[in-house]
C-alpha cells in the first residue's frame, strides 16, 4: 500500500534569492557589497550552503510560503566547489519539479537553476551548468576596455581575453542565458565605444544581445569604505538620458531593436522589483549563515536585514520586511515631484535601498523612466489629474500615513428632475425601503480573501471613495459570501448563478446615451450547486477561487491600467435592470453598475532581479 503525502498549503508565494556565499574572485571597483566580497568565509560557506538552501525552503513550506523563483546570487557563486554547486542545483530543480503545478498555476515556467556569474570559471563549469540546464546571467563591463580596467582580478591583473573567450562559449550554450552590465559615469566618457563592442560581440563573439540588459551603479557606503577615493562615480541624470538616445538612435531599425525595446532597459520599467510597491511584501535574499535581507542591494546594511531563518519564523521574518521598506521610504519622505507624477501608480518612487544610500525620497533613475514611458505611452500610460489624485491617496495611505493630503473634489452632484425629494427619491431611501436592493447593495455581504488579507466590497456608488489593490499573477483570490444571498428574488436557488464582470479602466463609446463607460473584458458565471462551502466563514457560506479565471485572462490586463471586477447574483442582477425600467428615480441614480467591487492593478510574472 502507497502512503500520498497531503499536499502543502501555500497561502503566498516570493521571490527568493539565495547568496550562498559573498566571497567573490574579483575586485570591481564599483562594487555595493564593499569588503564583504574578500572577507566572506568561504570554506564556511561551502560547508553549510546546501544545508540552510534546504532548511529554508522547508521551513517556507510549512509556513505556507511558495518560493516561485530561487536564483543563485553572490558575491560570486562559482567560488564555492562543484561538487556544493551540484547539490544547489539539484535541490533547486527539484523545488521546481515537487511544485511544479502550484508555480505553473501562478503563471511562472521555471524549471531550471538560474544563476549570477561573473564568468571567470564558465569554462571549467559549463558542463555541470549544461547537465542541469542552469539559466546563466553573466556580469561585464561595457565599453570592454573598461571591463580590462574596472573588472580586475584580486591582485589588479586584467582579464579581457579570457572573457572574451568565456562569452563565446556562452554564445554556444544551449540553454538559458542573458548579459549584463553595471554602468557607471566613467564607462559612459565613450559611448561610441560602448556601442561598438555591443556589435563586437553581437557579430563577432556570436552571443544574441537581444538578451542584454543594463544597469546604473548607485553611491554605497560600503563601497565607498572599501575602495576610497577609487570608487566610481554613478551616473548624471543626463549622462543615463544621453545613453538611452544614443542607443534608441543607434539600434532601432536593427536586428537589436527588440533587445533595446525589450530587455535592455528593462530594471527601470514597472515590472522590475525596484518599481514595487512594498519589495519587501515579495522580494527576499537568503545567506548561507541563515540572514535575510531585502536583495543584493541591501545586503550587509541593517536597515535591509529582515532576519534569520534559524533563529526567527517565517511568519516574523516577512512582516519585517513589509515593515522596514516601509520605514525606509517614510525616512527620506514623499517627494513632492513624486506627489504629484502622473506615474506614480507605476513608479512608487524607486528602489528603497537607492533611496537609503542616496539620501533621496526619488528614484535615482527617475528622469530616465520618464522617457521610457513617454516612448511607451500604450504601455506606460500616464494618470490623469483625478485618478493620479486617487491614488496618491492610496499609495500614502499604505506607505507614508503621516502625510496627509487635500482630499480630491467629489464628484459634481448629479442634477434630478425637480419634483426629486430627498425624503422620498433619494437612492439610500429607495433602498431602505427594499429587501431586494438592501441584498443587492448589501455592504460587506462580499469578502475576497486576497493573498493574507480580508477585503471587504462594497457598492462603488456608495462608497465615499475608491480603494484601488495590486494583485500580482496567481495570487489567492477567494470570493465568499452568504449562502442566503441565492435565495434573494429567486424561488429556485439552483436555478441562480454567482455573477462576475471585468472591466477595464479604457475608454469605450456607445449606447444611445454616447457615454463613455469602461470597457468590458469578460463575464463569468458559477451555477449555485457548484459552489464551495467557505472554508473560512462555514457552511453558511459559499466560497469561490477565482485566481484560474482571473489569470486565464492575463494577455487582457495593461500595465498601469486599472481593472475593475464586480460581483452580485444573476437574479439580483436582472431586478437591478428591472428596478431601473419602473422607477426613474432610481434609474438616473444607479446608471453605473452599483454591484459590490473590487478595483485593482494586475501584476504580471516578475521579471528576475
Known amino acids: ?18 547568496s550562498p556565499t559573498l566571497a567573490c574572485n574579483l575586485g570591481c571597483r564599483y562594487c555595493y557589497l564593499g569588503d564583504q566580497t574578500r572577507t566572506a568565509p568561504l570554506k564556511n560557506d561551502a560547508a553549510r550552503a546546501v544545508a540552510t538552501l534546504r532548511h529554508a525552503l522547508d521551513k517556507l513550506r510549512d509556513a505556507g510560503v511558495l518560493a516561485f523563483n530561487v536564483s543563485l546570487h553572490g558575491g560570486e557563486v562559482t567560488t564555492l566547489p562543484p561538487a556544493v554547486l551540484e547539490e544547489l542545483f539539484s535541490i533547486v530543480s527539484g523545488h521546481y519539479l515537487e511544485n511544479f503545478d502550484e508555480i505553473s498555476a501562478l503563471g511562472h515556467k521555471k524549471n531550471a ?35 580590462a580596467r574596472y573588472r580586475v582580478k584580486r591582485n589588479g591583473e586584467d582579464w579581457l581575453e579570457r572573457t572574451l573567450d568565456n562569452i563565446r562559449l556562452l554564445a554556444r550554450y544551449p540553454h538559458g542565458k542573458k548579459i549584463s552590465a553595471t554602468v557607471c559615469s566613467e564607462h559612459l566618457e565613450d559611448i561610441p565605444a560602448f556601442i561598438k563592442d555591443i556589435w563586437f560581440i553581437h557579430r563577432e563573439l556570436g552571443f544574441d544581445m537581444n538578451n542584454f540588459n543594463l544597469m546604473f551603479a548607485f553611491a554605497s557606503e560600503l563601497n565607498d569604505v572599501d575602495q576610497g577615493p577609487n570608487t566610481l562615480t554613478p551616473a548624471t541624470t543626463a549622462q543615463q538620458l544621453q545613453l538611452y538616445e ?37 522580494f527576499y535574499l537568503l545567506q548561507s549563515d541563515g540572514a535575510v535581507y531585502s536583495c543584493v542591494r541591501g545586503q550587509g546594511i541593517e536597515e535591509f536585514r ?19 521598506i516601509r520605514q525606509v521610504h517614510q525616512a527620506h519622505g514623499l517627494d513632492k515631484a513624486c506627489g504629484s507624477c502622473g506615474h506614480l501608480s507605476q513608479c512608487h518612487t524607486g528602489c528603497p535601498v537607492v533611496k537609503h544610500q542616496s539620501k533621496s525620497g526619488r528614484s535615482y533613475t527617475c528622469d530616465l523612466q520618464k522617457a521610457i514611458y513617454s516612448d511607451n505611452p500604450r504601455s506606460y500610460p500616464a494618470d490623469g489629474e483625478d485618478r493620479q489624485k486617487e491614488y496618491l491617496h492610496y499609495y500614502a495611505s499604505r506607505t507614508h500615513p503621516a502625510l496627509s493630503f487635500e482630499k480630491p473634489a467629489p464628484a459634481p452632484a448629479v442634477r434630478l428632475p425637480n419634483d426629486f425629494s430627498p425624503d422620498k427619491h433619494a437612492l439610500q431611501t429607495l433602498i431602505d425601503a427594499d429587501p431586494v436592493l438592501q441584498a443587492l447593495y448589501g455592504d460587506k455581504v462580499f469578502v475576497l480573501e486576497l493573498g493574507d488579507e480580508l477585503v471587504e466590497l462594497g457598492s462603488p456608488i456608495l462608497k465615499p471613495h475608491a480603494t484601488w489593490h495590486t494583485l500580482a499573477q496567481g495570487e489567492k483570490l477567494v470570493v465568499h459570501f452568504p449562502r442566503s444571498l441565492m435565495s434573494v428574488h429567486c424561488d429556485e436557488p439552483v436555478r441562480n448563478t454567482l455573477y462576475l464582470q471585468m472591466l477595464r479602466d479604457t475608454p469605450v463609446v456607445y449606447g444611445d446615451e454616447r457615454r463613455t463607460k469602461q470597457a468590458h473584458l469578460f463575464t463569468y458565471q458559477v451555477y449555485s450547486d457548484c459552489l464551495q462551502p467557505s472554508e473560512r466563514f462555514g457552511p453558511d457560506y459559499f466560497m469561490a477561487d477565482l485566481r484560474g479565471i482571473v489569470s486565464l485572462h492575463g494577455a487582457l490586463y495593461q500595465r498601469g491600467v486599472l481593472n475593475n471586477l464586480f460581483f452580485t447574483t444573476s437574479y439580483l442582477r436582472e431586478y437591478h435592470y428591472q428596478k431601473q425600467k419602473n422607477n426613474a428615480f432610481y434609474h438616473i441614480q444607479a446608471v453605473n453598475l452599483p454591484f459590490p467591487n473590487f478595483e485593482f492593478f494586475h501584476l504580471p510574472e516578475s521579471t528576475e532581479p
Open 246 to 282: 544614443t542607443l534608441k538612435a543607434e539600434f532601432t531599425g536593427t536586428e537589436l531593436e527588440d533587445g533595446l525595446r525589450r530587455n535592455w532597459f528593462d530594471e527601470f520599467k514597472p515590472t522590475y522589483c525596484t518599481n514595487a510597491f512594498n519589495c519587501g511584501e515579495r
Open 113 to 147: 537553476p538560474h544563476i549570477k556569474t561573473n564568468l571567470f570559471k564558465f569554462a571549467s563549469l559549463q558542463n555541470l551548468f549544461n547537465r542541469h540546464k542552469v539559466s546563466v546571467s553573466a556580469s561585464i563591463d561595457l565599453p570592454l576596455s573598461m571591463h
Open 1 to 18: 500500500m502507497t502512503t500520498q503525502l497531503a499536499r502543502p498549503v501555500f497561502t503566498r508565494n516570493i521571490h527568493l534569492l539565495y
Open 306 to 324: 529582515y532576519g534569520n531563518v534559524f533563529n526567527d519564523s517565517i511568519e516574523d521574518i516577512l512582516a519585517n520586511g513589509a515593515r522596514k
